[in-house]
């Protein structure tokens, strides 16, 4: 069972929707959580990241966290066709030095 | 450099061949680490290096790879004898050290796109 699972989708909705990705892990001892974007043939860039329960917004953006249910999200809202990309989770644990987990990455398609 | 940069881009090989990749990180981020992508598996975590030692190479699947790091800068991941299985996209990363440079975020390279055939 991997440790990070995330539905690799696709998902498409049309400009202006609201964006819901997710991604479950098993280890509690995961402790920092980050969302990757990743465009086509390039590397993944960080978005956000947050290490604690609750939520956390960057303009368009807002990550959520839950503990206790071992369940994070991201939510974009407004969306817009440049926002189309594979999206990734990635945790860390407090022992794991700078390593991180990835999920597999949701790829996401907004339709103008 | 502003960025981290890998070269080659695209590696075709033969099954069998060596294959080296490369990657020159941003000036100044001592942590590197090497990453595989492949369709299904997300990023696998193959090694990390800080400065020019490698405390954490738990996640090269065989004894085909294996990864250098000199001067504290450019990298080179070398596969031997490759498989057809080691098809996928090499990407490379750095950033600062601990838990803070993981957090402000690796800056990835674009990555080798490896097809042994």
């Known amino acids: 069972q991997k440790e990070v699972e995330q539905d690799p989708g696709p998902l498409s909705v049309p400009e202006g929707a609201i964006v819901s990705l997710n991604c479950t892990y098993s280890n509690s001892a995961f402790q920092y959580f980050m969302w990757y974007r990743q465009y086509s043939r390039k590397g993944p860039e960080l978005l956000m990241y947050t290490y604690s329960s609750g939520n956390k917004e960057d303009g368009r953006f807002t990550a959520q966290v839950d503990k206790s249910s071992k369940y994070i999200s991201l939510f974009i809202r407004d969306s817009q066709p440049s926002d189309s990309a594979t999206y990734l989770c990635a945790m860390k644990k407090e022992t794991s030095g700078s390593r991180l987990t990835f999920g597999e990455g949701t790829q996401l398609t907004v339709n103008p | 450099g502003a960025g981290v940069s890998q070269s080659p881009s695209n590696k075709v090989t033969e099954k069998g061949k060596d294959v080296e990749l490369r990657c020159d990180p941003i000036?100044?981020?001592?942590?590197l680490y090497w990453y595989r992508q492949s369709l299904g598996q997300g990023l696998e975590f193959l090694i990390y290096f800080q400065g020019n030692s490698a405390p954490d190479k738990s996640g090269l699947p065989s004894d085909r790879f294996s990864a250098e790091r000199t001067g504290g800068s450019v990298s080179t991941l070398t596969i031997q004898r490759t498989q057809q299985e080691d098809s996928a996209v090499y990407l490379c990363a750095s950033s600062l050290v601990g838990t803070g440079g993981a957090l402000r975020g690796y800056t990835f390279g674009s990555g080798t796109r490896l097809t042994v055939v």
């Open positions: 000036s100044g981020h001592t942590a």
